[in-house]
């Protein structure tokens, strides 16, 4: 009899072999390859053991796969032993699928049983043998337990027979039998599901049959089958493991913690008081201390300059330009830096410790009861930082309708360079609320994603979710050192945004602002470039402001190069108008924003079509500038159409109270 020793590299297979064979070995070469041959006699028998390549799966990709494939298909081994690492359970059980569409008899091997224990990972095996319908035998191949039990086994050759177990969707095992119908090889489950993957090796076995199955299920999966069924293969393993087969780190202090941060009933609101924290200690405490810090500071240096330049006889151009456009623009961004720091650093809190994996976690299940899957929500979560990283890290799903949503949607999140529109109208609107406030939107904007998603996924982005594999990390305490690197990094990265886009938009609008179309210098702001353009535009803006405000919608068209130009634009405009140094709501053009338009005019902001950056990000990702403008026409129309809502809304509940 041969019998096949087939797994993973690393994974104990030479071990194995060793302890199998003793010292009967013949060590070679694979006819026309120089990769090692080992063949043994299996002690007390007769029977030959052959060590196959490590692979990971009977692909055709590597000289090892081919080999591996080849004598398991053409020298008909009698049996296969399946050697599994079962600290990395998931990665191995790949390939045992692909054994198991074999005819061939299958034992598993389960290896490295001592130190499954220490890395807190127990494993039911019989009921991993019921799911997997094959017989399956704990070893240590190091330690030398178990392997009687499966020396015993190979004797006897008592195994389950393959039952062939029905892994993938209905769909798919469909057409997996009609092909199997039409094929005279033996394997005939193996071989169709290659045929279905367009497996080289096969062509030649190709017939009307595959192509009609291969065109049906492309039709519906709109993807390439090898990829559909590597997925649905991944499905499978985890259900198998997530059924209570596998239970990974047991790690006692992780398992308390989980209990309650994982709690069905406790867990969202928990998430809820832990963002809304946030956003109290970063725009309400720190807030509250700093602004009128920084923007004191730089009042002040406004004002000292321009009474030094205009002593010193320079031109009233060259002290605006200086004092109202550059200084108040760059100043009334970086004002926010503290607060920023704050915000950055509970988040970095957050992902490092493991508790953002699990907020993943918890809103994919509640994302599951809406037919979305969590995978789309990882790009959120990076996405508070800058939506450019969120909208790359679509990448992971695999599902492309999915990810084209997660693209769409992921600039909804309120990203750093939205804090300080945030921050500045919270602040000045709601000064006992701030943070309140400012949390509100957070979850406000939740709401959105999850609203929008149901809906696209219903009407334009169709199709099944991804799954979700997700291991969740231990809890661990942050490093410092790592933490204030991060923190470091995107501060800077947001002062750098001052110094250069917000520098470069606050001198272009200072420039609009004062000249008029006869390019005359120091005339009325209502009279300037700006308010004309401005004034054209208003209506839109109007039933989210209740005013025609031309200041108040060129900011916001601002927002489309970057978010922060919002906050710095309406601060030059301010400055021209009033001089240096005025209070932004006290000036006359700015005096009608109240509490409800405010409130508006920050969901605008929130939801309408992103920075320039994050327009750039979507182009790439959603590969065309034809998509790229519906997805931006989507945000805009949203964001319009959620702030007429906030106004209205607002000003009705005004008017009866
Ligand atoms: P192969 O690549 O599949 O041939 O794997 P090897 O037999 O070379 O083993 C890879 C590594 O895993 C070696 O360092 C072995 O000592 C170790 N190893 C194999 N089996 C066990 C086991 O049961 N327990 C532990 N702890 N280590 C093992
Ligand atoms: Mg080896």
């Known amino acids: 009899m041969k019998v096949a020793l087939v797994g993973n590299q690393n994974s104990g297979k030479t071990t194995l072999f060793n302890q199998l064979t003793g010292l009967n070995q013949k060590i070679g070469n694979w006819p026309g390859v120089t990769i090692e041959r080992k063949t043994g006699i ?95 035998i704990s070893i240590s191949a190091l330690k030398k337990t ?73 039709d519906h ?23 209570g087969t596998v239970i990974m780190n047991i790690d006692i202090i992780t398992d308390k913690l ?67 456009g550059i200084i108040g623009g760059v100043g009334a961004v970086l004002g926010f830096v503290p607060q920023l720091i704050i915000l950055f650093i509970c988040i970095v809190i957050l992902e490092t410790t493991g508790y953002m994996s699990r907020i993943a976690f ?28 969120g909208i790359m890290t679509t990448r992971t799903i695999e599902n492309q309708n999915e990810r084209k949503m997660s693209i769409v949607l992921t600039p909804f999140i309120p990203c750093s360079a939205k804090l300080p529109i945030i921050a500045l109208f919270a602040g000045a609107f709601f000064p006992n609320s701030a943070g309140l406030v400012s949390a509100s939107l957070y979850f406000f904007a939740i709401a959105v994603i999850l609203f929008s998603a149901v809906l696209l996924k219903k009407f334009i982005f169709k199709g099944k979710s991804s799954t979700f594999i997700s291991e969740l990390p231990e809890y661990k305490i942050p490093g410092i050192k790592y933490v204030l690197k991060d923190v470091y990094e995107k501060t800077m990265e947001f002062i ?31 009279e300037s470039i700006l308010a004309s353009i401005g004034n054209a535009i208003s209506w839109i803006f109007y039933p989210m402001l209740g005013e025609l405000s031309w200041a108040a919608s060129v900011s916001a068209i601002q927002g489309l190069v970057a978010k922060e130009g919002v906050v710095s634009s309406m601060e ?16 006359q053009i700015f005096s009608f924003f109240s509490g ?50 906030v106004f209205g809304i607002g000003s009705l509940i005004g008017v009866i109270f």
């Open 42 to 136: 299996i002690k007390g028998t007769e029977d030959e053991l052959i060590d196959l390549p490590g692979i990971y799966s009977l692909s055709p990709y590597s000289s090892e796969e081919e080999i591996s494939r080849n004598f398991v298909l053409n020298e008909t081994p009698d049996m296969i032993v399946n050697i599994i690492d079962a600290t990395s359970i998931e990665r191995s059980l790949y390939l045992t699928t692909q054994l198991l569409e074999l005819d061939t008899k299958v034992v598993i091997a389960l290896n490295m049983l001592d130190i499954l224990e220490k890395k807190g990972i127990f494993i039911d095996v019989e009921k991993l043998s019921e799911k997997l319908g094959v017989t399956v």
């Open 146 to 218: 178990g392997i009687e039990d499966l020396l015993t086994v190979i004797k006897d050759k008592n195994v389950i027979q393959n039952r062939h177990n029905k892994i993938f969707e209905p769909r798919v095992e469909k057409e997996i039998d009609n092909i199997s119908k039409t094929i005279s090889l033996g394997h005939k489950r193996f071989t169709s599901v290659k045929l279905l993957e367009g497996d080289a090796l096969l062509v030649k076995q190709t017939n009307e049959q595959v192509k009609s199955s291969i065109i049906i299920l492309e």
């Open 221 to 243: 999966y709109n993807m390439d089958l090898e990829q559909v069924i590597a997925n649905q293969r991944y499905n499978y393993i985890t259900d198998i493991k997530s059924s």
């Open 258 to 324: 989980d209990k309650v941060f994982l709690n069905k009933w406790a867990a969202l609101p928990i998430f809820a008081v832990i963002m809304t924290l946030i956003y109290m200690l970063a725009v309400g405490v720190i807030g509250g201390a700093t602004v009128e810090l920084v923007a004191g500071l730089f009042d002040s240096i406004a004002g000292g300059l321009s009474d030094t330049l205009t002593n010193a006889g320079a031109s009233q151009w060259a002290v605006s330009l200086l004092c109202d």
């Open 362 to 389: 918890m809103l994919d299940m509640l994302f599951r009861k809406f037919g979305l899957s969590g995978k789309a929500l990882i790009p959120f979560i990076v996405g508070s930082g800058c939506s450019v990283p």
């Open 496 to 526: 750098k945004r001052a110094g250069s886009i917000i520098l470069l938009t606050s001198i272009f609008i200072w420039l609009l602002l004062s000249f008029n179309w006869r390019f005359e210098y120091g005339v009325d702001v209502n």
């Open 572 to 587: 030059v405009i301010a400055g021209v108008a009033e001089g240096a140094g005025s209070v932004l709501f006290n000036s």
């Open 596 to 645: 409800t338009s405010a409130y508006a005019f920050m969901v605008f902001n929130l939801f309408s079509a992103p920075c320039f950056g994050a327009i750039a990000a979507m182009r790439r990702e959603l590969g065309s500038n034809k998509k790229m403008f519906k997805a931006i026409g989507f945000q805009t129309l949203l964001a319009l159409l959620l702030s007429y809502l």
